[in-house]
């Protein structure tokens, strides 16, 4: 079975700092792809980032980049130059073939002050 | 523009009463699922398909029935059976299988009267 944790329930960045989310996530499966969710008050939920597992570079997506550690199963999150339309739910994703499925974590709330 | 439609917004149901929630895309996406959001949870698959009148089903699939009778179509109905239905319900679409990006929709909140 596949599992994803997020430990940090909230966090709180000040505007234009630089926030990291974690998350961990445990698979016996070689091949998988991580995923980053955002979900902002309106409740959709809307792709930040996707990493594959074969690929060692970490991926980017303008303000927002990976720090994926394959050997430590960890799948972090950082923000940089946080707006204050990044304050939302952010939940962290595992799809592996065998599972045929996507799980998800808990999720981070993270606030965004001015 | 393309996207997906989730109705009604929101929904109540009385007991012992099987309710649908719509779902509709005009994306041509293959793929279709639905999942079950609660408070202080991530989501939770309840059904998927990845193609016309073929499904599958997912983690808490007890309760729930679908049909994929149409490409852009995915309706969920909540039977009677599934006894703690208050939840968000969120529609999901990827061009191919589960491990492309999926798109969601607004959701549906069901509440029980």
């Known amino acids: 079975a596949q599992t994803v944790t997020q430990s940090q329930p909230e966090m709180s960045v000040q505007e234009a700092e630089t926030v990291t989310l974690s998350c961990t996530y445990d698979t016996s499966e070689s091949d998988y792809y991580l995923f980053w969710y955002k979900q902002p008050p309106s409740r959709q939920m809307i792709l930040v980032i996707r990493q594959e597992a074969y690929k060692q570079q970490n991926a980017t997506e303008n303000r927002f980049s990976v720090n994926f550690q394959k050997a430590a199963k960890s799948f972090s999150l950082k923000i940089s130059d946080s707006q204050l339309g990044d304050a939302a739910m952010y939940f962290c994703?595992?799809?592996?073939?065998?599972?045929?499925?996507?799980?998800f974590g808990t999720g981070t709330r993270l606030q965004v002050t001015l | 523009d393309g996207g997906i439609t989730q109705s009604p917004k929101y929904l109540f149901r009385k007991e012992g009463q099987n309710v649908t929630l719509s779902c509709e895309q005009n994306l041509n996406h293959d793929a279709m699922y639905w999942y079950r959001q609660d408070p202080g949870q991530g989501l939770r698959l309840i059904y998927y398909?990845?193609?016309?009148?073929?499904?599958q089903k997912g983690d808490i699939a007890e309760g729930y029935s679908v049909s994929r009778e149409k490409k852009e179509s995915f309706p969920l109905t909540v039977t009677s059976a599934q006894k703690n239905p208050t939840a968000f319900y969120l529609c999901a679409s990827s061009i191919g299988w589960i491990n492309q990006p999926q798109h969601f929709g607004d959701g549906t909140r069901l509440s029980i009267l």
């Open positions: 398909s990845q193609i016309v009148n073929d499904f």
């Open positions: 994703a595992i799809y592996t073939g065998t599972a045929s499925k996507l799980t």
